[in-house]
């Protein structure tokens, strides 16, 4: 079944480490997004890419790094320059080719820093 | 620019009672809409969306939502509470074409169901 993997589910970080959160998808999706979720704030979108080895940065990307290599991979490092990394990040695709069917989501990692 | 709000960050209801979650949206041209629902702990699933022909849209689990261009509404309902309803439920806008992939999304309704 064609799907997006979000791994670890749960990830806990010490101060001042960086660690990557892993999404991977099988749809055959061009465009993948990244957000992060707090309680009672909604969605932020953190960045996004539409092509391969193409990136950018949406309404809070400071503190955040990603990559994107290939087209089934975006990969976030959250640096130790985001100050406030506690939060679940859901990552997301959308089908540039057939616009019908909004994003597609994983089912999130939470990360907590310890 | 697009936005969408969302009246209520909490709503509650009674088993068996008609839910009603609203929202409204900002859009320059016809926009696409969609109502996405999370459970705890995982991530958003489509409920329904409206893109073209047919304003009342039916979704999955018995929900339903109409498309009120001269309201830019998109409320989303279901006549009788179901305690598996309980979740988040976000609405969401986009432009057509080339910008359909920018979706703009509210900031969520939690909804409760009471036994």
């Known amino acids: 079944d064609g799907g997006i993997t979000q791994s670890p589910k749960y990830l806990f970080r010490k101060e001042g480490q960086n660690v990557t959160l892993s999404c991977e998808q099988n749809?055959?999706?061009?465009?993948m997004y990244w957000y992060r979720q707090d309680p009672g704030q909604g969605l932020r979108l953190i960045y996004y890419?539409?092509?391969?080895?193409?990136?950018q940065k949406g309404d809070i990307a400071e503190g955040y790094s990603v990559s994107r290599e290939k087209k089934e991979s975006f990969p976030l490092t959250v640096t130790s320059a985001q100050k406030n990394p506690t939060a679940f990040y859901l990552c997301?695709?959308?089908?540039?080719?057939?616009?019908?069917?909004?994003?597609?989501f994983g089912s999130g990692t939470r990360l907590t820093v310890v | 620019a697009q936005s969408v709000t969302q009246l209520g960050s909490h709503v509650s209801v009674s088993e068996g009672a008609l839910v009603l979650l609203r929202c409204n949206y900002s859009s320059s041209v016809p926009p696409y809409l969609f109502w996405y629902v999370q459970y705890p702990n995982q991530g958003l699933q489509l409920l329904l969306k409206?893109?073209?022909?047919?304003?009342l849209v039916k979704g999955i689990n018995g929900f339903e939502a109409e498309f009120k261009k001269s309201e830019t509404s998109f409320h989303l309902t279901k006549p009788s509470a179901h305690m598996s309803d309980a979740a988040e439920y976000f609405c969401?806008?986009?432009?057509?074409?080339?910008?359909?992939?920018?979706?703009?999304f509210g900031s969520g309704t939690r909804l409760s169901i009471r036994p």
């Open positions: 890419s539409q092509i391969v080895n193409d990136f």
């Open positions: 997301a695709s959308f089908n540039l080719r057939d616009s019908l069917y909004g994003y597609t």
């Open positions: 969401a806008v986009s432009d057509r074409g080339s910008s359909a992939s920018k979706i703009i």
């Open positions: 409206y893109t073209t022909g047919a304003t």
């Open positions: 749809l055959n999706h061009d465009a």
